[in-house]
């Protein structure tokens, strides 16, 4: 593919080197002030969109080196959101329970000023120098013109399915519906200022579709109020306002998650309840699990609509075996018995990072696993 989503793409999220979360732990203790950390992360960051190049791969992410959590780091600086403690489903985590803090929202929802904008800026600038152009963005014949800088945030829905009703301010919204607009609108002034900062590749990381194809996670959904057979398209009616208006030369796509902390899960079950509503969001391509059993087969793959990509999440982040190029092969062919090959593209399943911890591998596995995903891309698709 000459535009992402490439057909060797990735989720985004990659393991932070030992020094640099040395350096956050100093910094956390009060041991360094905020520009020194700056500085180490934009050491990282440079280093880091180095190696993806060298390896092949044209979407190039920060690795959210600058993050502790996915999402939290986010959405703890919109207006109106506060980060508390969690008592929702647990990880899978073998002797223990951990999980994040729960994104409640206490006040009105808004974004007032930008939100890692000049993060995106700094990654951009380091990927427009390694080919002395301007990445994250067509040429006049709509073809990219190198390497591309990919933004990765939180989709919308992440403010409400964790605590649902309950974590929702009756306060501040009496009415649910007041409530999603001004989280749409919050998104729609977040994502300009991304791309008035050059960001022309948006992956909008997504747990609630995947969720919510768990009976656990919909018990979970009524016992905070909210009715979990009509939140899929309540959540993607609220996408669909919040990405009305981005530049016509944006692409964005939607990750897809069942959990990912510590090489830990939540939840499991195919997508069938959702698909319809997921493939209804106005998006140029889905990123898909189906790197274990637990996500189902590919037969919810017949809904997916003309014109648009399915990244399949075929190599796993959360263990080191590498996968072999047989085995994905012919997990690319069994989902190409249900779409066109054409629009279908191979990452890993999830990011390799998705919080400062890290997975359960080593770095030279997260680099010998993308190594084989362009390498099969390659392969399958032919090279650009």
Excluded at 164 to 176: H, I, K, T
Excluded at 193 to 214: E, M, N, P, S, V
Aim: net charge negative; charged share 25%.
């Amino acid at each position: 593919m000459s535009r992402p989503p490439f057909r060797a793409d990735q989720v985004g999220s990659l393991l932070r080197p030992a020094w640099l979360a040395q350096t956050r732990a100093r910094w956390k203790a009060g041991e360094l002030p905020a520009a020194a950390l700056r500085e180490a992360e934009d050491r990282a960051v440079a280093e880091i969109v180095q190696r993806q190049r060298d390896i092949g791969l044209q979407s190039i992410t920060d690795g959210e080196f600058r993050r502790d959590w996915w999402h939290l780091d986010f959405l703890g600086q919109l207006d109106g959101v506060t980060l508390k403690h969690n008592d929702g489903p647990k990880f899978k985590i073998e002797g223990q329970s951990e999980q994040p803090p729960i994104a409640s929202v206490t006040g009105q929802v808004g974004c007032s000023r930008p939100i890692m904008a000049d993060d995106f800026a700094y990654l951009k600038a380091r990927v427009d120098a390694l080919t002395g152009g301007a990445s994250g963005a067509a040429g006049v014949s709509g073809r990219s013109t190198g390497p591309v800088a990919k933004m990765t945030i939180p989709s919308p829905s992440m403010l409400h399915l964790r605590g649902g009703r309950a974590a929702v301010s009756r306060e501040a919204y009496p009415d649910l519906d007041a409530f999603w607009d001004d989280v749409a609108a919050a998104y729609r002034a977040a994502i300009a200022h991304l791309a008035a900062a050059g960001c022309r590749y948006l992956q909008l990381d997504d747990i609630t579709f995947a969720y919510l194809c768990d009976p656990k996670i919909q018990a979970n959904c009524r016992a905070n109020g909210d009715d979990p057979a009509a939140l899929p398209q309540r959540y993607a009616r609220t996408l669909n306002e919040a990405l009305r208006g981005r530049p016509d030369d944006m692409t964005v796509t939607i990750h897809t998650c069942r959990g990912n902390f510590k090489s830990a899960w939540v939840a499991e079950g195919g997508y069938d309840p959702v698909v319809d509503a997921m493939f209804s969001t106005d998006v140029d391509g889905w990123f898909m699990e189906f790197d274990n059993a637990r996500a189902g087969g590919f037969e919810p793959l017949r809904a997916l609509p003309p014109g648009k990509t399915v990244v399949l999440g075929l190599v796993t982040t959360k263990v080191g075996e590498l996968e072999s190029k047989d085995a994905l092969k012919r997990r690319i062919d069994e989902a190409a018995q249900v779409v066109p090959l054409e629009q279908l593209a191979l990452s890993p399943q999830c990011g390799f990072s998705s919080t400062h911890h890290g997975n359960a591998l080593s770095v030279d596995d997260q680099w010998r696993k993308l190594e084989r995903v362009v390498e099969v891309a390659g392969e399958v698709w032919g090279r650009a």
